[in-house]
Structures are given as structure tokens and as C-alpha cells.
């Protein structure tokens, strides 16, 4: 606080998120007294430019009313997963941030449209605006952003499930549109998408994930009409066909991420295509497109060296052919799902992790064949993991624990559901090495027991999911909680104040 309080500054980026929420600095600030400080050290610079208070989950509309009149240089604002504010918080950000160009109220489920409205009518400056799973909104708070805020290029009302057409329309006529998603919102469908086509040539991100009535006609306009596309989300919109992709082609070369995932009609001419006249892709998502083949996967890995995220669930054809064609021609793969791909085999994973060190997040849940010397080359050459998922993988067994925990201090997600070889020995090894777990799954390891929670309640303080349903552990949520303040869910153990009723694993089963 002194440090701050004796800087003589003109401009201050003042971002409490960067502190982690897991820091001292943000657990001062989450109590009264610390929400205090913010106020005095915004009237104390009186030129804050930019204000980050992503996850202040004690932050309430009398903080933001009290910092606000002390900002007026402000031009970015973000309050994502401030879960206490309102309306009232929108109404003071449009009544006092006149210069404002970019505002986050993502994940703030308390917005209405009365807030939007107010927002649109103090800030005619914005051209970024995220209001991600604010769920009340509706056409309402599209219309006001379109009236008021021409000027706005980048728009998300992803999860939005009221917003529909009507949005996306008065948007595209009004706005110079260059990003928008609607991902999740149902009532948008071939007529917003085609207004998009119409109005806005510039796109170049365009995310519409499990919106159901977009098809083949909106899509191939889109293509055609805005050759600058550089990022395309349309996973689960279940009508599209071929002709989508062989458009995306044909006219976006610059595509970057391709997004297809549960679109069962696509098959593997588009792929082809898409990887000769695309070659600057970073994401593919193909999962569930079934009749894909090695012959089209390995033809992608050979085109696109810069490939970061492949997903391939659910592609049963597949084989250790495609493993091998990725581990020689994309080295910089991060991220890999091929979960449900049974007819790979130990040797293919340790090819890719022997090629490919920079992975942090695999997934080959269902992939039976899998043996403790896959896991223990990805231990060996991706010190960086993060995540891994070998759910149902039913051969491996402690090794694979026992490697994890040695190399792998980074992991924070394992999942081990049904791999029954697996007992107390491996968990208390994978607990003591990985120290930065969030969430674990042994569902249906019965070897697993009371040790194994007690070594993570004494290994794991960051855990916030445990599952341990039909295991051996007959201890109860206590001794995790003693452990693990932030833990927010427990399946398989009897449970106490903090765990919310049993149901469903975390993982999907699919």
C-alpha cells in the first residue's frame, strides 16, 4: 500500500487480478477494509486509464459507485465474475466513464437490460463490449448497444439464451462488426448470420457454437462475403454439411482456428481442402466427425506445422498413423483430444510426447489399449502438463501416478476414472509431487481409499472438485475441508456444509 500511495504518476493500469486470487494481496482486498484501499487508491490516481477487477467476489454495487466519480479518464473496464453486481453498477459506469471503449461485465448475472440501456446511453465511445452469460439480457440490451454505440467492433453475448436474431441484425446494420459471438444463443439462425454477410466484410471472428438453426446457406454467404475470417466456432450446429467447410475454404484463407466439432456431416473431401488453402491453422476441432481418416488427418498435420490444439473425439477411425503424422510435422501441439479413439495404442502417444515437449492438456479417455509407458514418456518429455484425461484407459496402474507426481509439479486436472489398478500408493505419490491440483477424478477405482484422501487434503490445498464415486474411501468431506479451503465439490464420500448434493461426475462420460 505505501508503494502505491508514493508513486507520483500521470496514467496507472491499476489490475488486481494480476495479484492471483490465491495471494495475499487479494484476500486483503476481498474484505471491507480492503475495498476501502481500492477507493482510496483511485481518488489517490485521480488518471486511472484502465480498471481490472476480474473475480473481486466481494465487490458490490456501493464499491464501484464510490470508485467510478474518481475515473473519468477510464477507457477499460473489467468487472468479469463480479457476482454481486448489478444494475445499479452499470448505471454508474455509464453516468460517470464517458471515455470508456472497452467494458467486461462477463459472467455478472446480475445485468439486466436496464443496465445495458445505461451503459449504451453514457458510453458512445465503446467499441468492445462482453457481456458472456449475463443471462437476463435480451433483444432489449441489443438495441440500445446498436442506437447508441456505433462505433462497436468486438461484441460477446455468448450464453445469452433470450438474445436472438433481432441482436445480431440491429448490430450488423449499425456496427462495424469485426468479432461477435452468440454461442449457445438458440435464437439466432440463418437470418442474423446472412445480415452479418451483408453488413459486415470485415469480420474476422465469428463464434455461433449450438446455434441449431444456422445452416449451410448463412454459412457459405459468410464465407464468400468475408475473406478476412480468421476464426470460425460452429461447433453443434448439427445441419451443416460439406458445403460449409469447402466455402470456408474456398474463401477464408486466413483462417486460423476452424471450429466443427459435432457437425457429423462433415467428411473428409472439406478437411482435405481446408488444409491445402488454409495453411496458417493454430485450433482444429473435429470431434464426433466420425468418418474422418488417417489418410485426411495425416494430411492436416503435413499442411499446418503451426497447429497448437487438435481435438479428434470420438473419430473411431483413427489409428497411431495420425499420432505419428502430428509428432512429425506440428512440434508446438499444446493441446490434443482423442478421447474415444480405441484403436490407438501405446506406441503412437509416445511418438507424439517424444516429438512433441511443449504439450500441456491431453485427453485419451476411452483409449483401452493405453499402457504405464505413455504416461511415463508424456512425464519424461511435457514437464509442462497441466491437464491430462485417461479415463476408462482400464491398463494403466500406479506407474503412471508415480511419473506424473515425479515430473509433472504444473498438473492441475487428472482424471483416472475407472482405472482400477490404480490404488493408494499412486494417488499419495501423484498428491505429494502435483501440489497444485484443482480437480481429480477415481470415480470407480476401488483400490483407492482413505489414504489416498488424506494425502490430498495434506498435498492439495488448491482442490476445488474431488470424485471418488464408488471407491474405497469411506472417510467424509472433513478431511478434505480441513485441507482444502477453496473445495466446492465431492462426489463419492458422505458429505458435510460446504459440498453440494450428490449427482453427476464432473467429467463427460462421452
Known sequence: RWWLASRDVLDVRLDLAAFGRQSR??????????????????????????????????????????????????????????????????????????????????????ITDLGVAAIAAGCPKLTLVNFRRCEALTDQAGAALARSCRRLAWV????????????????????????VDFAQCEGVTDVGVLSLARHCPELTTASFKSCV????ASVVAL????????????????????????????????????????????????????????????????????????????????TSPGLTEIIFKNCELLTDTSLTAFAAHCPSLKLVNFRRCNKLTTEGVVRLAQACHHLTDVEFGLCKELEDSCIEALATNCRNLTRVDFHLCVRLTNASLISLGRACPLLTEAVFGHCQLMDDRGVAALAQGCRQLTEVVFSHCSRVGNASIEALAQHCPELIEVDVSLCGATVTTAVLERGCPRLAAVYGLEQLNVVPPLGAPPFDPN
Not at 466519480?69 to 448505471?91: G, V, W
Not at 466455402?247 to 457437425?263: N, R
Not at 481442402?273 to 482444429?284: G, M, N, S, V
Open 156 to 179: 460477446d453475448f455468448g450464453y445469452c439464451d433470450n438474445v436472438t436474431d433481432a441482436t445480431v441484425v440491429a448490430l450488423a446494420e449499425r456496427c462495424k462488426l469485426n468479432a
Open 213 to 216: 438453426g444456422i445452416t449451410d
Open 25 to 110: 494481496v487479494w484476500q486483503v482486498l476481498g474484505t471491507l477494509r480492503g475495498r476501502t484501499m481500492l477507493i482510496e487508491l483511485v481518488q489517490r490516481f485521480r488518471h486511472v486509464s484502465e480498471l481490472f477487477l476480474s473475480w473481486f467476489e466481494r465487490l458490490e454495487d456501493a464499491d464501484v459507485k464510490a470508485v467510478l466519480p474518481n475515473c473519468p479518464h477510464l477507457t477499460y473496464a473489467c468487472f468479469r465474475d463480479c457476482q454481486q453486481l448489478t444494475d445499479r453498477s452499470a448505471e454508474a459506469v455509464g453516468r460517470h466513464c464517458k471515455h470508456l471503449t472497452s467494458l467486461s461485465f462477463k459472467e455478472c448475472r446480475g
Open 223 to 302: 464465407a464468400r462475403a468475408c475473406p478476412l475470417l480468421s476464426v470460425i466456432r460452429l461447433r453443434r450446429c448439427d445441419d451443416l454439411t460439406d458445403a460449409s467447410l469447402d466455402a470456408l475454404a474456398a474463401g477464408c484463407p486466413l483462417l486460423t482456428e476452424v471450429d466443427f466439432g459435432y457437425c457429423h456431416r462433415v467428411s473428409n473431401a472439406p478437411v482435405r481442402a481446408l488444409a491445402d488453402r488454409c495453411r496458417h491453422l493454430i485450433e482444429t476441432d473435429f470431434a464426433s466427425c466420425s468418418t474422418l481418416t488417417d489418410h485426411t488427418v495425416t494430411h492436416l498435420a503435413s
